[in-house]
């Protein structure tokens, strides 16, 4: 007899009355995504109480101070009176928010234990009671550390407490974020304009705009962009700005360029120009995917010789190298580009003469030892610093959908198989998101987490967190969701098996199934089918649950076909496991459930992708070669022997 949830808690509870205090003194470290690198639970947590000082000191931005505000609103705190003394005696709750070297910031950070790291985007956060009230002191080394303690301030705050904690924290990589660099259908303004939101929740700080299919970014990059559009991207600029997020400007016009053209570096400046004046501050120049066996012009081949690797990358230097001189001379910082041949370490002419003649300051892209690449390893990224004179920036084409393997996928797998360890050898990671914005999210929070401490980083938990992100804190939804990612599992390579497996979790009950029906174990057949019952219940109902709870409205739309294809699955599953169980029984109704099973996957199977939304298009797949397969085996998987006839 299997034992309850309630009474395995409740003898768990009567077991430790004993030897613990009262539970109300009982206190348990929150959950912060991205881990940090340092956090201690301090003490039981604290009361808010309805009214907080806020004590605050310079380096804290306007938007910071708005998120801590929003914080403690949410949190019950009705009303928030600002001060720029911190009392010796707090009789209510008293918020410090500024940078390290501060006079209230410093006495909170002692009396606390807090202590701020001497690292780029480092924070301190800590709580504790103090007094008749309590104390919680946020300081940033810069302005995005600060920004970032914010952001971990939300996490420690729930049903009007929080958490009496001490975290020191800093990012393992200096870049981390996403490049909007897919083919197909680029995302809406709104779109970028939330994903920085997104990425700013989970402290990341660059946000790459290239997408393949803006015209005036490739095609026609030497044309002005038209006024409404240069206004709405400015708007996505100053959103970015007020997230702590580098929003990078790049331009593709290796399709057409010609590096010898006095007239073509002048037009590359003037659309960095124009960009600079909507407040970008960071640029880069993408030559991939060109041809560079040939000249576009040619002057070309007069001014760097014949085609070929080494020529081409020689043209190319120069005309980086003229950029990289402009943006020091404005105090801009460093370029980025993604060079021609942008994965692999094999030595080739290239390599050699774009490491030969590139400014060392210009940031190189890499996608790691292919296209896409079924794991990253430390030994791999050494490779790639030796082969482009310095460490690369990683471009991780996941999870990317714009390739023939992707038709009809959406990639919510999580981020894995990137060996800790990289943030010594790169300068940072970014994801190739998919053309679905909302649904990228799971896999990009990994990354994301992964580059902010590769070496704590959990794979399942942050999975978890990001699906908790989509459903608002929802606990329910949040289930559903990873009930409905596992179906959306595989991630496939360009012509190579998949680095992440199908529905790992819903084979694995299958698997268990199809070896207890092969076994005749009669116990293990009924568990399994149970157990696989309960998976197909939860599949069936987890899309209502979906669109009910999740509280970013892009997702329902984005995934909207694959929720309906998942949902006949679950109910085709359902009638498959009722018909087994029938057939076990000896009862006449088993083939009524299969026939009725295969009419529900034929609907499911003539689902499609939205039209448009991505580069490929076609029927969507939902745990394809688990789901189908076992319900197209399962009539053959038990045999019953039929009736007598009466004439016997």
Known sequence: ?????????????????????????????????????????????????????????????????????????????????????????????????????????????????????????????????????????????????????????????????????????????????????????????????????????????????????DVFARDKWRDPYPADTLSALGKVVDVANREHVNFVYAISPGPSICYSDAADL???????????????????????????????????????????????????????????????AAGHGSLTMVPTEYYNTTESPYKAELRKALDPRVVVQWTGTDVVPASISVSDAKNATKAFGRKTLLWDNYPVNDFGETTGRLLMAPYDRRQAGLSAELSGIVSNPMNQEVASRPAVAGLLAFSWNDRDYDVQRTWRAAALDLAGGDAGTAEALLTFFDTQHVAPTFGHLPWQPQAPKLRALIDTARDALADNDPHAIETALIDLGEAADALAAAPDRIRAGVVVPGFVHETGPWLDAAQLWGRALRLTVDGLAAARAGQPGAARYFAEATELTKKAAAIRSIAGATRFEGPVKVADGVLDSFISDAPGLIYVAPAPSPKD
Not at 2 to 26: C, D, I, K, Y
Not at 131 to 138: E, K
Not at 277 to 288: P, T, W
Not at 317 to 323: D, G, Q, R, S
């Open 266 to 328: 002048e037009a590359v400046r003037r659309k960095f120009a124009a960009l600079r004046g909507l407040g970008v501050r960071s640029f880069y120049v993408a030559l991939d995917d060109i041809e560079y066996t040939k000249w576009n012009c040619p002057a070309d081949e007069a001014t760097f010789g014949a085609p070929g690797q080494k020529a081409a990358a020689a043209a190319q230097a120069k005309l980086l190298n003229a950029v990289q001189a402009d943006l020091t």
């Open 1 to 213: 007899m299997r034992e309850s949830r309630s009474l395995r808690a409740a003898v768990l509870a009567l077991a430790m009355g004993s030897a613990m205090p009262a539970l109300a003194q009982v206190s348990t470290a929150p959950a912060i995504f991205p881990a940090p690198v340092s956090l201690r639970l301090s003490g039981p947590s604290v009361a808010l109480g309805d009214a907080v000082v806020l004590v605050r000191e310079a380096g804290a931005d306007a938007a910071t101070e708005k998120l801590v505000r929003a914080v403690l609103t949410e949190a019950g705190v009705k009303n928030i009176r600002v001060e720029t003394v911190l009392p010796k005696r707090l009789y209510l709750t008293h918020v410090v928010i500024g940078g390290a070297g501060g006079a209230a910031v410093r006495d909170a950070l002692a009396r606390t234990g807090g202590e701020v790291p001497a690292k780029a985007e480092g924070y301190a956060l800590a709580s504790a009671a103090q007094g008749d009230g309590a104390l919680i002191v946020l300081a940033g080394r810069d302005g995005d550390g600060l920004y970032h303690a914010a952001q971990s301030l939300r996490q420690i705050v729930a049903r009007g407490r929080v958490s009496s904690v001490v975290v020191s924290d800093y990012p393992a990589m200096p870049v981390r974020g996403s490049i909007e660099g897919f083919y197909g259908k680029p995302w809406s303004m709104a779109e970028r304009e939330d994903h920085i939101a997104f990425l700013a929740r989970f402290k990341a700080n660059t946000y790459i705009y290239s997408p393949k299919d």
